[in-house]
T-cell receptor, first 111, second 110 residues
Framework: KQEVTQIPAALSVPEGENLVLNCSFTDSAIYNLQWFRQDPGKGLTSLLLIQSSQREQTSGRLNASLDKSSGRSTLYIAASQPGDSATYLCAVPTGANNLFFGTGTRLTVIP | KAGVTQTPRYLIKTRGQQVTLSCSPISGHRSVSWYQQTPGQGLQFLFEYFSETQRNKGNFPGRFSGRQFSNSRSEMNVSTLELGDSALYLC?????????FGSGTQLSVL
């Protein structure tokens, strides 16, 4: 059974700092991994989708990596800003064509 | 293109009542999925509809049901509400592999 864990559960950093969010999954038979952002009480916004054949995917200040063999993905945020404050979730597809979500990391960027 | 639209935004119901939530997907998207989000359990898959047919179902009791119309709009129904059904219900439509989520319906059961 797939388990997706995100550590840490919460993170506070000063503005301008570079940071890394971690995502671990137990079943490496995945064909992609997706990172989402969620603002309080709101829906999810897709940030990056990495195919299993890729090792990295970049969008602006965000860079996501995927290592299937070790069951890990990281989301790197460069030069963090207060507007980056949100909960970040990773998700992997299941065989039933839906997503299995991680527990999330709540990020606070302090001005 | 308009995004995924969910109505209503907030709902307050009492135990034993039933509720219907609505979701309009992005134009052209035929797959609609529903997820429940609670502080304790996180995000959990409820069901997915594609071309008016339920394609997949999560591990929820039969009180949770849904349907999809010919225009791809979807509704989710919860009957005999329980306190534990209080949650943010999220709808998502699919474009190949990416999911696009609505803002959700916050359901409070008193």
């Amino acid at each position: 059974k797939q388990e997706v864990t995100q550590i840490p559960a919460a993170l506070s950093v000063p503005e301008g700092e570079n940071l890394v969010l971690n995502c671990s999954f137990t079943d490496s038979a995945i064909y992609n991994l997706q990172w989402f952002r969620q603002d309080p009480g709101k829906g999810l916004t897709s940030l990056l989708l990495i195919q299993s054949s890729q090792r990295e995917q970049t969008s602006g200040r965000l860079n996501a990596s995927l290592d299937k063999s070790s069951g890990r993905s990281t989301l790197y945020i460069a030069a963090s800003q207060p507007g980056d404050s949100a909960t970040y979730l990773c998700a992997v597809p299941t065989g039933a064509n839906n997503l299995f979500f991680g527990t999330g990391t709540r990020l606070t960027v302090i001005p | 293109k308009a995004g995924v639209t969910q109505t209503p935004r907030y709902l307050i119901k009492t135990r034993g009542q039933q509720v219907t939530l609505s979701c309009s997907p992005i134009s052209g998207h035929r797959s609609v999925s529903w997820y429940q989000q609670t502080p304790g359990q996180g995000l959990q898959f409820l069901f997915e509809y594609f071309s008016e047919t339920q394609r997949n179902k999560g591990n929820f009791p039969g009180r949770f049901s849904g349907r999809q119309f010919s225009n791809s709009r979807s509704e989710m129904n919860v009957s005999t509400l329980e306190l534990g059904d209080s949650a943010l219900y999220l709808c998502a439509s699919r474009d190949t592999e990416k999911l696009f989520f609505g803002s959700g319906t916050q359901l409070s059961v008193l």
